[in-house]
C-alpha cells in the first residue's frame, strides 16, 4: 500500500509566511516606487540638458555666420521689472515652443524664412538629437496652459501630442529658460538649474513671473525672479508689439 503519511503546510505556518511577505514588501515596494520615481526623473533632467546642448550648439553656429539674416527670429519680450508702463526694462529674446515644431513638420524644407528659419533650425536639431517620435499636435501653443485647471497634461490630452516645450533663448545663442513636459513630469531649466514638478496640476509658466517656476515645486525662488516674465507680445516687422500666444 502506498504511504499517504505526506506532511503539508499547516493554518499557523502559512500564516506566518504571508505574514513576513506581507512584511517585505511593506518595506521593498515603497523603495522600488521611489527609485523608479528617481530614474524617470533623472531621464526627463537628462532629456533636457540634451536639449539645451543640441539647441545652444547649432544656434551659436547658426547666429556667428548668419546673424544679420536672423535678427527676425528675436521679437519676443522677456520684463526683467514689475509693472504697467510701456517703459519698464525688458530683454528681446527668441522663442521655440510646440507651435514651431508644428510649422516645421508641416512646411515644405526650403520655404521657411525670419524666425521659422531659426525654428526649423532648432527642429531639425531635435530630430537629429532623438530617436523617439515627437508628435506634431495641433498649432497651439503650449504658454497658453497655464494654470492649475489648464496644465502641463490637459495640453498634451487636448493638442493630442506626447511633449510640451518651451524654450527662451538670447540673441548670442544662450538658452535662457527650457520647459520640457512629458511622461507626467515638467522640467524646467533656468538660472543653471533644472527643476523638476511632478504634480499632476504642473503647468507651463505662460505670462506668470519665473519665481513661479521654483515655488510651484517648493523651492526658493531668487529674487530676481519674481520680476521677470516671457509677455504675450512679440515685436512686428513695423515695430510695434501685437499679441504673441
Given at each position: 500500500?502506498?504511504?499517504?503519511?505526506?506532511?503539508?503546510?499547516?493554518?499557523?505556518?502559512?500564516?506566518?509566511?504571508?505574514?513576513?511577505?506581507?512584511?517585505?514588501?511593506?518595506?521593498?515596494?515603497?523603495?522600488?516606487?521611489?527609485?523608479?520615481?528617481?530614474?524617470?526623473?533623472?531621464?526627463?533632467?537628462?532629456?533636457?540638458?540634451?536639449?539645451?546642448?543640441?539647441?545652444?550648439?547649432?544656434?551659436?553656429?547658426?547666429?556667428?555666420?548668419?546673424?544679420?539674416?536672423?535678427?527676425?527670429?528675436?521679437?519676443?519680450?522677456?520684463?526683467?521689472?514689475?509693472?504697467?508702463?510701456?517703459?519698464?526694462?525688458?530683454?528681446?529674446?527668441?522663442?521655440?515652443?510646440?507651435?514651431?515644431?508644428?510649422?516645421?513638420?508641416?512646411?515644405?524644407?526650403?520655404?521657411?524664412?525670419?524666425?521659422?528659419?531659426?525654428?526649423?533650425?532648432?527642429?531639425?536639431?531635435?530630430?537629429?538629437?532623438?530617436?523617439?517620435?515627437?508628435?506634431?499636435?495641433?498649432?497651439?501653443?503650449?504658454?497658453?496652459?497655464?494654470?492649475?485647471?489648464?496644465?502641463?497634461?490637459k495640453y498634451l490630452k487636448d493638442?493630442?501630442?506626447?511633449?510640451?516645450?518651451?524654450?527662451?533663448?538670447?540673441?548670442?545663442?544662450?538658452?535662457?529658460?527650457?520647459?520640457?513636459?512629458?511622461?507626467?513630469?515638467?522640467?524646467?531649466?533656468?538660472?543653471?538649474?533644472?527643476?523638476?514638478?511632478?504634480?499632476?496640476?504642473?503647468?507651463?509658466?505662460?505670462?506668470g513671473t519665473w519665481d513661479k517656476?521654483?515655488?510651484?515645486?517648493?523651492?526658493?525662488?531668487?529674487?530676481?525672479?519674481?520680476?521677470?516674465n516671457l509677455s504675450n507680445k512679440?515685436?512686428?516687422?513695423?515695430?510695434?508689439?501685437?499679441?504673441?500666444?
Open positions: 500500500m502506498k504511504n499517504n503519511n505526506k506532511k503539508g503546510f499547516t493554518l499557523v505556518e502559512l500564516s506566518v509566511v504571508i505574514c513576513i511577505v506581507g512584511i517585505l514588501s511593506c518595506l521593498l515596494v515603497p523603495n522600488l516606487i521611489s527609485f523608479i520615481k528617481k530614474a524617470k526623473i533623472a531621464a526627463a533632467i537628462a532629456d533636457t540638458k540634451t536639449i539645451k546642448t543640441s539647441i545652444e550648439s547649432s544656434l551659436t553656429d547658426h547666429l556667428v555666420i548668419n546673424y544679420g539674416e536672423s535678427t527676425a527670429a528675436f521679437n519676443k519680450v522677456l520684463y526683467l521689472e514689475q509693472g504697467n508702463n510701456k517703459n519698464r526694462k525688458y530683454e528681446i529674446v527668441g522663442c521655440f515652443t510646440n507651435y514651431s515644431w508644428n510649422v516645421y513638420k508641416t512646411s515644405k524644407p526650403g520655404t521657411s524664412t525670419g524666425s521659422q528659419a531659426i525654428d526649423r533650425l532648432i527642429a531639425g536639431q531635435l530630430d537629429a538629437t532623438f530617436s523617439e517620435s515627437w508628435e506634431k499636435g495641433k498649432k497651439v501653443n503650449p504658454l497658453s496652459y497655464n494654470s492649475d485647471t489648464k496644465n502641463c497634461a493638442n493630442n501630442t506626447n511633449f510640451g516645450l518651451v524654450v527662451v533663448y538670447n540673441n548670442t545663442g544662450e538658452v535662457r529658460m527650457i520647459q520640457l513636459y512629458r511622461k507626467g513630469i515638467l522640467v524646467t531649466y533656468v538660472n543653471g538649474e533644472y527643476i523638476v514638478n511632478t504634480s499632476s496640476k504642473a503647468h507651463f509658466i505662460g505670462t517656476i521654483y515655488t510651484d515645486s517648493k523651492k526658493q525662488s531668487p529674487d530676481s525672479f519674481y520680476n521677470i512679440q515685436i512686428g516687422s513695423d515695430g510695434n508689439m501685437g499679441g504673441w500666444y
